[in-house]
């Protein structure tokens, strides 16, 4: 599967930010699909998952009443609704896909089999 992520830019602290990754190529609706992030000089980590059916989620606890993430079965899309941002909220986003409706504690990047280029959020305090 093949993923587009997009909605990135610059915003002040306090903002509001929608980050949108589309795929194609797969059997999107089997897919648990995550957004992870990466700092500079940091590890990538997770953000936030969301199961197959869109009935789940799970969320990093640095974001947790924040972020939200949802997804359209039917456009083949996941969203990251990012609320209240913060500097500490600065890295590269990515969307993420792991077959198979792997767990959502499956948080670890190395469980995905499919990331998207990345889009960068950027957080002016």
């Known amino acids: 599967v093949q993923l587009q992520a997009s909605g990135g830019g610059l915003v002040q602290a306090g903002g509001s930010l929608r980050l949108s990754c589309a795929a194609s190529?797969?059997?999107?609706?089997?897919?648990?699909m995550g957004w992870f992030r990466q700092a500079p000089g940091r590890e990538r980590e997770f953000v936030a998952i969301?199961?197959?059916?869109?009935?789940?989620?799970h969320y990093a606890d640095a974001v947790k009443g924040r972020f939200t993430i949802s997804r359209d079965n039917a456009k083949n899309t996941v969203s990251l609704q990012m609320n209240s941002l913060r500097s500490g909220d600065t890295a590269v986003y990515y969307c993420?896909?792991?077959?198979?409706?792997?767990?959502?504690?499956?948080?670890?990047?190395?469980?995905?089999?499919?990331w998207g280029q990345g889009t960068l959020v950027t957080v002016s305090s």
């Open positions: 190529g797969g059997a999107f609706s089997t897919y648990t």
């Open positions: 969301i199961n197959w059916s869109g009935v789940s989620t």
């Open positions: 993420a896909a792991a077959p198979f409706k792997r767990s959502i504690y499956a948080v670890s990047p190395e469980r995905y089999d499919f």
